[in-house]
Structure formats: structure tokens, C-alpha cells
């Protein structure tokens, strides 16, 4: 019987970095050759949330990492197939020591294959390393000295990863990626941000080096804000670069001092990053059911025609439609119109969070569920421990698209119609659609609601809910759990 090659295993998940790397560190101080691997597992790309431009840009980042680890034999495994089958046949194939992963916070299907790759590995006398990711800790009841722990862990110097070659070790795998999935990979639009570590550092430091001086001005702007805004999210996200590593480049950044409130404002929501992640470790339930349990019980019209509407851009609200349309294109918006469209579909048009919560998962090309499910609660005024901000998209569009600049490049329609009507384009006269050859009802949809009735029934109905029993008694709990004694009201 031929004896089987003694190996680590480096699993990737969210961390498609070389870079500030735990688990390649880990493996690489060992004495043994290790296999670096990324799998696309059916399970889990069938699932609701996911879609086509995440797994495009999981792959565009391995390809980037493939070729920079190429020269020391270490170019990580793609396989197409599920954790369990691959596992299994990488233990009959090789005699594996110990696997290096970090620890994720996803939705529950990846805690199922999480657990049942442990008792994998258990009964196989595989060790499992697995590294905290950002600060955020596995196994916490409640809050207490999170804030403490996680600058603690954010300010220890970077790791610094050295590759030594190594003597390549053959895996001629039965798990390869099918012609028509490679060819959908390769087909990723130029209208989404760019994947891969490279493009993360450029963005961050043009950040810092100049868009961010408008970071704080901008911040809420539909249209400016993709400029000014860091756009590392989807860095963040897959893990192309760490928290740490953005938090120190920006707080060491010379420009600091010269933008101190901006980058000031840009460090403080790495660690929501954080914060909002740590509370989906701790109840991933959060991706199916009501933060607040006692918000179950909450009628919702759920008119199937509205959701289209909403999903597709078609509502007769400018602002919401522009979004919803420029987010199918781009996979990006700022966390104001991500707010509005969610309270507008939740509040305005009274349909249930999880009528929407997964059409905007697949859009968000930063998609994280960790942040996804809470903020997207918050939003629908769910969680019972938050302010309810019902957002009125004409005053937003007012404020933040005053020109209609924004909603004219998403919504060609209404691209001759002049700013005095662009927010509320019901309001023209017959001759004034004949001036912008717009016809209200025909050319673009007529609003499906009045907002003032739509506000008013929204507000009576998440008040009355606040009152009951159950939601007190599960806001007590939420507060236990969830938040620091000192938090914030936004939190
Ligand atoms: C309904 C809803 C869903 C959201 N879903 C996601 C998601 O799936 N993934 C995601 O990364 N963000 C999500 N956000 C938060 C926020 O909108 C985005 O992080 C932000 O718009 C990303 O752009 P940026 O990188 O330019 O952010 P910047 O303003 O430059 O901030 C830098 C980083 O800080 C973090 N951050 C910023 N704002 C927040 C916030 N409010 N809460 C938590 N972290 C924050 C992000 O990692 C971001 O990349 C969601 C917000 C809402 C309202």
C-alpha cells in the first residue's frame, strides 16, 4: 500500500488574502507542506442570498491569489462540489494533520456544514485551527467588555506572511469546476468594483490619499457618495483585505491629521463592521426570524404586485426606483439609500422584511450577512430595541438628489423632466409631460401609494406593536444580549 502524503490544509472562506493572514501563517510555520483550497459548494450557492456576482468575485480573488503563490507551489484548489464529499476524499487521498481556517459568521447553512465537517475531522483525527476573524468572538452570552476586547485585538501588529517554496504536491481532484459555472465566472460585469487584494489597497488609498477629504460631506449623497465614500466593502466583505489592516493604514495614514473628522468617521464603522457581525455570531436566527420575536406577530399586506415593483425599480417613487435599478447594475449603494429603500418597502408599502431581505443580499456585492440581516431589521423596525425611522423617499430625493442628477442616469424615463418636478413627476400637467415627453402611468409608473396615508398607517401599526407584552419582554432580552452597557442610541 502506498503511504499517503502527510499534509495541512489552508481552507478559505472570507479571507482571499495573502496578507494579515492567520491560518497561512499558522501553516506555513509547520514542517509538513500544506494545500491551500477554496471550494463553491452547490449548497450553499443555491441558497437565497447568494447570486452570480459573488461567486464571480470569490473567484476573480483566488485567480489573483493563485498567481502570486504560483512561484512557491502553493497556488490554492478550486473545487466545485460540497464540503463533506471533498473532505472526505482529500482524507482518503492524503494523510491530513491539522486544517487552518478562520471562523465564519454565516447564515445557518453554513453552520450546518460547519458542524458536520467538525465531526468529519473529529473522527478522522484531523485537527481544525480556526482563527478569530476581526475581533469577532465565538461563543459570547452577552456583551460586557466587547468594545475593550475588540481594540485590543484590532491594535496588535499586523501579521506578517512569508511564503517559502515548497515541493508542489499533486491533487488531481474529481471536484472540478463544470465548463458552463467557469464560463459564468468569467463573465463578470465592468460595472461592479473590480475583485481581489490589488484593487482593495487601490481603493483604500485613494481613499486616503484624496477621495476621503469628502467623506463626511458626501457621505449621504446617492450619487456623490460613490466617490467619496471608501468603497471597501466588498474587500471587507470576502476578505481581500482585513479590518485591521484598513483600520491601521487609515489611522497611520499621513493624511490623517488633515481629515481627522473623516477618517475619524471611517474607522468608527469598521468597528460597527464589527459590532454588527458579532451580534449575528451570536443569534444567527436573525437571517429568518425577528430580532424582536414579538414583531412575528405583525400583519403585512405583502402585495406580491408592490414587491416586483419595488425589486424592479417600478414603484412611481423616483429616488427608490433609481436605486433599485443602479444597485442591479453596480451591486453598490450608500447606507442612506439602502435605509430608505428597505423603510419603504417595509413601512411605506407594509410588506414583511423577508419579502425583500434576500433580493437585496444577492445585490449587494458586499454582501455580509453578518451586517445584512441586523441592518436590514433595523431598518424595518424589527428589532424593537432601535429608533423607527420611516424615510420619506420625496424629501430624501429633495435633500440628497436635488437636481435629479442621480435619478436621471438610473431612471432614462424621466431624463427630460425638469428638477422642479423630477422628485414628484405625478404633480405635472398634461402639458408639462407633452414639454418631457413623459406620460405619467404609461411612460413611468404612477406612484402605487400616497405617501402621507402609507406614513401615517405604518406609523399606527409599528407603535401599536411596540406596545405589547411579548415585545418588551424580548427587548429586555435583545438588551442583555446584544448591546454594552454605554451604547449608543444608534445601535
Ligand atoms: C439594509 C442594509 C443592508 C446592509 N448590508 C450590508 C452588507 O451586506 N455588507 C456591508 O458591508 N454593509 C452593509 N450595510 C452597511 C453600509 O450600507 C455599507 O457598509 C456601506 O454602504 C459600504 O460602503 P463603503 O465601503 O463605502 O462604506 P464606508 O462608509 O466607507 O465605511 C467603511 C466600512 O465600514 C463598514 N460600515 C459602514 N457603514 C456601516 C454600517 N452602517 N453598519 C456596519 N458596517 C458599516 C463597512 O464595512 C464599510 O465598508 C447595509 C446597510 C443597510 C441599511
Same mark, same amino acid.
Given at each position: 500500500?502506498?503511504?499517503?502524503?502527510?499534509?495541512?490544509?489552508?481552507?478559505?472562506? %472570507?479571507?482571499?488574502?495573502?496578507?494579515?493572514?492567520?491560518?497561512?501563517? +499558522?501553516?506555513?510555520?509547520?514542517?509538513?507542506?500544506?494545500?491551500? /483550497?477554496?471550494?463553491? $459548494?452547490?449548497?450553499?450557492?443555491?441558497?437565497?442570498?447568494?447570486?452570480? %456576482?459573488?461567486?464571480?468575485?470569490?473567484?476573480?480573488?483566488?485567480?489573483?491569489?493563485? $498567481?502570486?503563490?504560483?512561484?512557491?507551489?502553493?497556488?490554492?484548489?478550486?473545487?466545485?462540489?460540497?464540503?463533506?464529499?471533498?473532505?472526505?476524499?482529500?482524507?482518503?487521498?492524503?494523510?491530513?494533520?491539522?486544517?487552518?481556517?478562520?471562523?465564519?459568521?454565516?447564515?445557518? /447553512?453554513?453552520?450546518? =456544514?460547519?458542524?458536520?465537517?467538525?465531526?468529519l475531522f473529529q473522527k478522522n483525527e484531523?485537527?481544525?485551527?480556526?482563527?478569530? =476573524?476581526?475581533?469577532?468572538?465565538?461563543?459570547?452570552?452577552? %456583551?460586557?467588555?466587547?468594545? *475593550?476586547?475588540?481594540?485590543n485585538t484590532i491594535k496588535q501588529p499586523l501579521i506578517l506572511n512569508n511564503y517559502r517554496p515548497q515541493e508542489s504536491i499533486s491533487c488531481n481532484h474529481p471536484f472540478p469546476l463544470p465548463e458552463d459555472f467557469r464560463a459564468k465566472m468569467e463573465s463578470y460585469s465592468a460595472a461592479m468594483q473590480p475583485a481581489g487584494q490589488k484593487q482593495a489597497w487601490k481603493y483604500i488609498k485613494s481613499f486616503a490619499e484624496d477621495r476621503g477629504k469628502n467623506y463626511a460631506r458626501f457621505i449621504s449623497k446617492p450619487a456623490e457618495s460613490r466617490k467619496s465614500c471608501g468603497r471597501i466593502s466588498p474587500y471587507l466583505a470576502w476578505g481581500n483585505i482585513s479590518i485591521k489592516q484598513a483600520?491601521?493604514?487609515?489611522?497611520?495614514?499621513?493624511?490623517?491629521?488633515?481629515n481627522k473628522r473623516a477618517f475619524n468617521g471611517i474607522l468608527t464603522r469598521l468597528k460597527w463592521h464589527c459590532h454588527f457581525i458579532q451580534k449575528f455570531e451570536m443569534e444567527? +436566527?436573525?437571517?429568518?426570524?425577528?430580532v424582536n420575536r414579538g414583531y412575528e406577530s405583525m400583519e403585512r399586506a405583502n402585495n406580491l404586485e408592490f414587491i416586483e415593483a419595488w425589486k424592479t425599480g417600478k414603484t412611481g417613487y423616483p429616488l427608490v426606483d433609481a436605486c433599485m435599478r443602479c444597485v442591479i447594475e453596480t451591486g453598490w449603494l450608500n447606507f442612506r439609500m439602502r435605509a430608505m429603500v428597505v423603510s419603504f418597502?417595509?413601512?411605506?408599502?407594509?410588506?414583511?422584511?423577508?419579502?425583500?431581505?434576500?433580493?437585496? +443580499?444577492?445585490?449587494?456585492?458586499?454582501?455580509?450577512?453578518?451586517?445584512?440581516?441586523?441592518?436590514? *431589521?433595523?431598518?424595518?423596525?424589527?428589532?424593537?430595541?432601535?429608533?423607527?425611522?420611516?424615510?420619506?423617499?420625496?424629501?430624501?430625493?429633495?435633500?440628497?438628489?436635488?437636481?435629479?442628477?442621480?435619478?436621471?442616469?438610473?431612471?432614462?424615463?424621466? =431624463?427630460? /423632466?425638469?428638477?422642479?418636478?423630477?422628485?414628484?413627476?405625478?404633480?405635472m400637467t398634461q402639458i408639462d409631460e407633452a414639454f418631457c415627453g413623459v406620460k405619467i402611468g404609461i411612460d413611468y409608473p404612477a406612484p402605487l401609494v400616497d405617501l402621507k396615508e402609507s406614513g401615517k398607517e405604518a406609523r399606527a401599526k409599528i407603535w401599536g406593536q411596540r406596545r405589547l407584552k411579548k415585545v418588551k419582554t424580548e427587548k429586555q432580552r435583545i438588551l442583555e444580549k446584544h448591546t454594552r452597557p454605554s451604547r449608543p442610541k444608534s445601535s
Open positions: 500500500m502506498v503511504k499517503k502524503k502527510r499534509i495541512n490544509i489552508v481552507w478559505l472562506k %472570507r479571507d482571499l488574502r495573502l496578507q494579515d493572514h492567520a491560518a497561512l501563517h +499558522a501553516a506555513e510555520q509547520q514542517d509538513i507542506p500544506y494545500l491551500i /483550497v477554496f471550494f463553491f $459548494e452547490p449548497a450553499l450557492y443555491q441558497h437565497a442570498d447568494t447570486s452570480i %456576482r459573488h461567486l464571480q468575485f470569490q473567484y476573480d480573488s483566488v485567480l489573483e491569489m493563485q $498567481e502570486r503563490l504560483a512561484a512557491f507551489n502553493k497556488s490554492p484548489f478550486m473545487f466545485h462540489g460540497e464540503a463533506m464529499a471533498i473532505f472526505n476524499w482529500l482524507n482518503e487521498e492524503f494523510h491530513i494533520n491539522d486544517v487552518y481556517s478562520y471562523q465564519e459568521s454565516g447564515v445557518q /447553512v453554513t453552520w450546518e =456544514r460547519d458542524k458536520a465537517v467538525a465531526s484531523i485537527g481544525w485551527i480556526e482563527f478569530q =476573524r476581526d475581533g469577532i468572538k465565538r461563543g459570547r452570552s452577552n %456583551r460586557v467588555g466587547w468594545d *475593550q476586547d475588540w481594540f483600520y491601521h493604514f487609515i489611522r497611520s495614514h499621513p493624511n490623517y491629521e488633515i444567527v +436566527a436573525y437571517e429568518t426570524r425577528c418597502l417595509c413601512h411605506h408599502l407594509d410588506c414583511d422584511w423577508r419579502t425583500g431581505v434576500y433580493h437585496l +443580499a444577492k445585490q449587494f456585492l458586499d454582501y455580509e450577512p453578518g451586517i445584512h440581516y441586523p441592518q436590514f *431589521q433595523m431598518q424595518a423596525g424589527t428589532t424593537g430595541i432601535n429608533t423607527v425611522r420611516i424615510y420619506n423617499p420625496v424629501k430624501q430625493s429633495q435633500d440628497h438628489d436635488p437636481q435629479g442628477e442621480f435619478i436621471k442616469k438610473w431612471v432614462p424615463e424621466l =431624463r427630460e /423632466v425638469p428638477a422642479t418636478f423630477i422628485h414628484e413627476p405625478w404633480q
